[in-house]
């Protein structure tokens, strides 16, 4: 962790952030920057609480403690008021697509720009049309419900409506898993673009360390709702952690246990 | 375990569970109220919640309205007064059955339908996107049904007012022998407003209570598929609870204006 660090007020400053379930701990004192116009991935085992902290952000969970700041303004207990309008800069991919299957494909990439943004049906619908293409997607999917679709459709046409209203800040939770080899590097690609071309921040989370590389400016591992590592991409195969270590090379022995009973 | 504290979990468990649903109803409320108001959706409602629980409605309401007529007759001959089954009828269906049965029918069929609808929306983290696509879901989701409930059930309770009469008409006529229009003249002969207005009144605030269970429940809804069944069962149980409670207080309001 040797670049230079900005002073600038980064886009995300998450302190110390606690979060937990009834007796369990999820978030455990969570710390993480996401400077302004870069794409932090976040790395990490399955249940080590990646998920919650996206929605924590979002205001979707409730941390006890901790602090998280958009743009240098507090949300966590902010009033409904002021946090529609933290999330209206947001788009977000959630890890199980939650599409609106009362409303077809089209309908719910446009509905950011519909409802959220007063567009009128017509012009949204282009709009969808066009985020639909980008993901690979031709318009006759764009008139089926999204019962119609495949898993890995599902998710394009989540990561379309994510990137339909150009947000300023988009979360993308596991954007390429279930995804073919060839796709999923399209949607790398598209991720990029994002950040170079709209200028997004973005916050994405996976465990597809091709895809890491790919789209990270900056990588951070977390570990028992702990930030245990956090650098610029290019540091992520010698960064001196074992658990980083393990965790890119994909090892089963190593700092982080497995909860399974060998045989 | 403690009896002491069970009861003192159970208690504040039950102060939580007030508590939400207070706040729960005065959100449901205020976006039903303030603007923007999505006359689409409500619209849509409207058709799923009322038209389409017509027929059910429309046959409890003819089945009721024929048994009362039998029932009365019975009863009243035993004092001479089976000129009473008319005017008994009408009473009873607009005052009491024709909404009570009616919003009851509806309990199951909308209360159900809301919880699982806005339940599997809960669990599949459909609400949750909702919010991060700028769309409140109060206003989006909760709203609009409560609106189309509320308005609905008084039009859908008074064709089932009608139809009830009509099935205690047809009794009337063809079985017990009145003749047709002195059955009719005794309908409306005793007939009074309040008779319908009550009734009207209570299938209001029963449509209120079914979509707010229903919604409730639904987003309160947790763990998949077994949290959406449990939700939907106690969208139906407790709409029925209320419904059968607020009746008793509504009968009890026009009684003391009387
Ligand atoms: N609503 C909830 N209620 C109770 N526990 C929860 C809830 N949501 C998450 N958890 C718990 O929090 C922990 C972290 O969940 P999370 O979804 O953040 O995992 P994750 O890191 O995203 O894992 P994965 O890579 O498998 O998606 C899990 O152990 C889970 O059991
Ligand atoms: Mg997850």
């Known amino acids: 962790m040797s670049e230079t660090v900005s002073t600038a007020v980064p886009k995300i400053a998450m302190r110390d952030v606690q979060k937990r379930f009834g007796s369990k701990v999820v978030l455990d004192g969570l710390t993480l920057d996401v400077p302004r116009g870069q794409s932090v991935v976040v790395i990490g085992g399955s249940g080590t609480g990646k998920s919650v902290m996206l929605k924590c952000v979002l205001g979707l969970l409730k941390p006890e403690k901790g602090s998280i700041k958009v743009d240098g303004d507090e949300v966590i207990g902010m009033s409904p008021k002021d946090r529609e309008k933290v999330l209206r800069k947001f788009g977000m991919l959630f890890q199980g697509s939650a599409l609106f299957d009362s409303l077809k494909v089209w309908e719910n990439v446009a509905f950011g720009l519909i409802q959220g943004r007063g567009m009128d049906r017509g012009a949204a619908k282009k709009v969808a049309l066009d985020k639909l293409a980008q993901v690979g997607l031709n318009a006759d999917v764009g008139n089926l419900s999204p019962a119609e679709l495949s898993g890995g459709m599902q998710k394009r046409v989540a990561l379309a409506r994510a990137i339909a209203a150009e947000p300023e800040i988009i979360f993308f939770d596991e954007p390429t898993t279930g995804l073919d080899p060839i796709m999923a590097d399209v949607i790398n690609d598209l991720i990029k673009a994002c950040v170079q071309r709209l200028g997004a921040t973005t916050l994405s989370i996976t465990h597809d360390m091709a895809s890491a590389r790919k789209i990270a400016d900056r990588v951070a591992m977390i570990y028992k709702g702990k930030i245990v590592w956090e650098g610029a991409v290019a540091e992520v195969d010698h960064s001196g952690n074992d658990y980083v270590d393990q965790f890119i090379n994909g090892r089963a022995d190593g700092p982080i246990r497995m909860e399974v009973r060998r045989a | ?258």
């Open chain 2, 1 to 258: 375990m403690n009896p002491l504290a069970v009861i003192g979990h159970v208690t504040l468990e039950f102060l939580a569970q007030t508590g939400r649903l207070s706040r729960f109803t005065a959100s449901s409320v205020s976006h039903s109220f303030l603007p923007p108001i999505y006359l689409r959706l409500i619209m849509r409602q409207m058709l799923a919640i009322g038209w389409f629980s017509l027929p059910v409605v429309g046959l409890t309401a003819l089945f009721t309205g024929m048994v009362l007529a039998l029932q009365i007759y019975i009863g009243s001959a035993r004092f001479n007064a089976e000129s009473a089954v008319a005017s008994i009828v009408v009473i009873g269906i607009t005052r009491e059955l024709g909404p009570v049965l009616g919003g009851l029918m509806v309990a199951g069929r909308v209360a159900s339908a809301l919880a699982a609808e806005i339940g599997t929306m809960r669990v599949t983290e459909q609400i949750d996107a909702l919010t991060t696509l700028s769309t409140n879901p109060f206003k989006y989701l909760v709203a609009p049904r409560i609106i189309a409930a509320t308005l609905t059930l008084p039009l859908l309770i008074l064709i089932a007012d009608i139809i009830g009469v009509m099935g205690g008409y047809l009794i009337g006529t063809h079985k017990l022998g009145f003749n047709s229009g002195t059955y009719l003249k005794n309908t409306f002969d005793f007939m009074e407003t309040v008779d319908v207005v009550s009734g009207l009144v209570k299938a209001a605030v029963f449509g209120f209570i079914v979509a707010l269970m229903g919604c409730y429940h639904g987003f309160h809804s947790k763990g998949g598929a077994q949290g959406v069944g449990k939700a939907t069962t106690d969208a139906v149980v407790w709409s029925s609870i209320l419904i059968l409670t607020a009746d008793y207080f509504i009968t009890e309001l026009f009684f003391a204006g009387k």
